[in-house]
């Protein structure tokens, strides 16, 4: 069952790669908080071949930021970074561009028409 936990808008590709790793760390950071936590003494270490999802969230927001990424966002293709974390669950962070019509802004009340008017 999907759930949705995040949500960002931004008009650099950039900016929403930063975003994405962000929530990466985040996400990573609420299945098994890093070291010097309060929490941290009270889970159970990740068994031999179970799935560590949080040290692969951890792994990929730490990369390299990736031109190749920021070149798919800019060609509108989404990108995404998927984990499974074993009964955790698998987790999904998607970043995708969203055509945007601009809008002039409106001409406020009271003010002179400016229908022919050279500007």
């Known amino acids: 069952m999907p759930f949705l936990l995040g949500t960002f808008t931004t008009i650099s590709p950039r900016l929403a790669l930063r975003w994405m790793r962000g929530q990466a760390l985040r996400v990573a950071d609420g299945l098994d908080p890093g070291p ?5 003494a009270r889970k159970a270490p990740a068994a031999g071949n179970r799935p560590d999802g949080p040290t692969r969230l951890r792994d990929w927001s730490r990369g390299a930021e990736d031109v190749a990424l920021r ?6 293709v989404p990108v ?3 984990v499974d974390d074993g009964p955790n669950g698998r ?4 970043v995708w561009p969203v055509a945007m019509r601009a809008e002039p802004d409106p001409i406020p009340a009271g003010c002179p028409a400016t229908a ?4």
Request: proline share 0%.
């Open 116 to 119: 022919g008017a050279a500007l």
């Open 91 to 94: 987790f999904t962070l998607a």
């Open 80 to 82: 995404t970074f998927t």
């Open 71 to 76: 070149l798919q966002l800019k060609d509108g």
């Open 36 to 40: 010097g936590s309060a929490t941290r």
